[in-house]
């Protein structure tokens, strides 16, 4: 049996995430071999600024999609409100 939580749905901007955290996986590898190579902690810390904010993107890109998808889905088959407490629970971790 299968549990609410987890079910999966239709999101239209998978790929988009996708690609969004391939990047931001590359640049953190990209950041290891700075530190790795002694490079210059304000040059390091410049870039894990920008990693910061492709997970910012990223997760921008999961909240839209989760209001196209999930809520929109959960409003037509009577469960907004449930959905709308998931949405307000992940946020309060997220923004934490």
């Given at each position: 049996?299968?549990?609410d939580?987890?079910t999966?749905?239709?999101?239209s901007?998978?790929?988009?995430?996708i690609?969004?955290l391939a990047?931001?996986a590359?640049?953190v590898?990209?950041?290891?071999?700075?530190?790795?190579?002694?490079?210059d902690?304000t040059?390091?810390l410049?870039?894990?600024?920008?990693?910061?904010?492709?997970?910012?993107?990223?997760?921008?890109?999961?909240?839209?999609?989760?209001?196209?998808?999930?809520?929109?889905e959960?409003?037509?088959?009577?469960?907004a409100?449930?959905e709308?407490?998931?949405?307000?629970?992940?946020?309060?971790?997220y923004l934490?």
């Amino acid at each position: 049996m299968e549990d609410d939580h987890y079910t999966t749905h239709h999101h239209s901007q998978t790929k988009a995430v996708i690609d969004q955290l391939a990047r931001t996986a590359g640049h953190v590898s990209s950041i290891k071999r700075m530190v790795e190579e002694g490079r210059d902690c304000t040059d390091v810390l410049v870039q894990l600024a920008a990693v910061r904010s492709a997970v910012d993107r990223a997760a921008r890109i999961v909240l839209e999609d989760h209001i196209e998808s999930c809520l929109r889905e959960a409003a037509s088959n009577g469960t907004a409100d449930e959905e709308w407490d998931r949405l307000k629970h992940a946020l309060n971790r997220y923004l934490k």
